[in-house]
């Protein structure tokens, strides 16, 4: 079965420390991976893609597929990062996304 | 920057009514889709929609359920007979190939 599991339902970090958000995926195809992000009382906005393995407000994800996972990283968390993060996967066959429970990143002054 | 948009923003309705929820994709998507999210749950895949029909449907997204394409912006989702558990944050999105792209969501409110 297709699915999207991140373990953490809440993560609290201080400002400027390191912020790992979990992400695994269960997909025997070749997968697609985003991160999403909903700020406060805001629209689900996409954050990252694997594909095109790129940073945005210094966030980075590796697809491992080995260990089929999307981990979410940043080095140093800013009060504005605070928000929930989705993972979800999109599978070759068809064009939905399979988001996980999310995780509300909190980071503290 | 062009986004996706959802009308209303809320709505409440009475079980057993009909309610329509409208939505205005970014104008250069082909393909669209509706999600929801129940209180306290992850986001759900209802359908999406292609070239003037559905591509595919989840369980969820029975009988009750239609979508729409009445003109050249709007994509609808209509639940005809609405219950209790259809409460929830409805999401549209739209996109070109790959990415999805959300609207901020109806609150849907059934008493």
């Known amino acids: 079965a297709q699915r999207v599991t991140q373990p953490e339902k809440l993560l609290s970090v201080f400002k400027g420390a390191p912020v790992e958000l979990k992400c695994n995926y269960s997909y025997s195809g070749s997968p697609e991976l985003f991160w999403y992000v909903q700020y406060s009382r805001q629209r689900l906005q996409l954050l990252l893609r694997?594909?095109s393995r790129e940073s945005i407000k210094g966030f980075t994800a590796d697809l491992n597929k080995g260990e089929t996972s999307f981990h979410l990283k940043k080095p140093f968390a800013q009060e504005e990062d605070s928000a929930m993060y989705y993972c979800a996967l999109k599978t070759g066959a068809t064009n939905k996304l399979i988001f996980g429970t999310g995780t509300l990143l909190a980071v503290q002054p | 920057e062009p986004e996706v948009t959802q009308t209303p923003s809320h709505q409440v309705t009475q079980m057993g009514q009909e309610v329509i929820l409208r939505c205005v994709p970014i104008?250069?998507?082909?393909?669209f889709y509706w999600y929801r999210q129940i209180l306290g749950q992850k986001v759900e895949f209802l359908v999406s929609?292609?070239?003037?029909?559905?591509?595919?449907k989840s369980e969820i997204f029975d009988d009750q359920f239609s979508v729409e394409r009445p003109d050249g912006s709007n994509f609808t989702l209509k639940i005809r007979s609405t219950k209790l558990e259809d409460s929830a944050m409805y999401f549209c999105?739209?996109?070109?190939?790959?990415?999805?792209?959300f609207g901020p969501g109806t609150r849907l409110l059934v008493l």
């Open positions: 999105a739209s996109s070109e190939a790959r990415t999805q792209y």
């Open positions: 104008s250069n998507h082909l393909y």
């Open positions: 694997h594909i």
């Open positions: 929609f292609y070239n003037n029909e559905i591509s595919e």
